[in-house]
């Protein structure tokens, strides 16, 4: 059974720091991993999407790593703003049929002025 | 091109009642997905419909809990008999067909608070 964490479950940050957040999974047979953002009482964004074939995705400031042997992905923001405070959700997806995305718990992301 | 939507956003139901939650997927899609977000905790998968049919329910809690999705309207969650522990906000989501059917767009959810 595939099992998502994030760690940390929660990380403040003073403008202008470079953010780093981790997320771990145990089977290393997924089809993809998604980043997502969730802003308080709202739904899911899209952040980056990165195949398994694939070792990173950029966008902006955003940069999404992925170690599919080692169970891990790694998604950086740069230079972080006062927006750039919500939760960030990773989740993957199993190669095997069906279409189910498995999540972690997120971490809770507070960039202060 | 609307996104996914969702209706109501809030809802509130007594112990005992019924909630229907509903979905309307992005236009084109054919693929809908429900999650469920307990309070403090990351998102669970509950069920993959396709139209008029259910795909993967294996997500789903065995008792009380219905997913459809017809051929015409939206897709319905609907929880029978509520208890407190249903309170949790429920997501669906949405793709297409064929090559792109693993990108999901997620609706704002349906907050759920049973009193």
């Known amino acids: 059974k595939q099992e998502v964490t994030q760690i940390p479950a929660a990380l403040s940050v003073p403008e202008g720091e470079n953010l780093v957040l981790n997320c771990s999974f145990t089977?290393?047979?997924?089809?993809?991993l998604q980043w997502f953002r969730q802003d308080p009482g709202k739904g899911l964004t899209s952040l980056l999407l990165i195949q398994s074939s694939q070792r990173e995705q950029t966008s902006g400031r955003l940069n999404a790593s992925l170690d599919k042997s080692s169970g891990r992905s790694t998604l950086y923001i740069a230079a972080s703003q006062p927006g750039d405070s919500a939760t960030y959700l990773c989740a993957v997806r199993p190669q095997a049929a069906g279409n189910k995305l498995t999540f972690g718990g997120g971490t809770r992301v507070l960039v202060k002025p | 091109n609307a996104g996914v939507m969702q209706n109501p956003r809030h809802l509130v139901r007594r112990r005992g009642q019924e909630a229907r939650l509903r979905c309307s997927p992005m236009?084109?899609?054919?693929?809908v997905y429900w999650y469920r977000q307990l309070p403090e905790e990351g998102l669970k998968f509950m069920v993959y419909?396709?139209?008029?049919?259910?795909?993967?329910e294996s997500g789903m809690p065995k008792e009380r809990f219905s997913a459809e999705f017809p051929k015409e309207g939206p897709s319905i969650l609907r929880i029978q008999q509520v208890v407190r522990g249903d309170s949790a906000a429920y997501f669906c989501?949405?793709?297409?067909?064929?090559?792109?059917?693993?990108?999901?767009?997620f609706g704002p959810g349906t907050r759920l608070t049973v009193t």
């Open positions: 419909l396709q139209k008029e049919n259910i795909i993967d």
């Open positions: 989501a949405s793709s297409p067909s064929g090559v792109r059917t693993y990108e999901q767009y």
């Open positions: 236009k084109g899609h054919s693929h």
């Open positions: 089977d290393s047979a997924i089809y993809n």
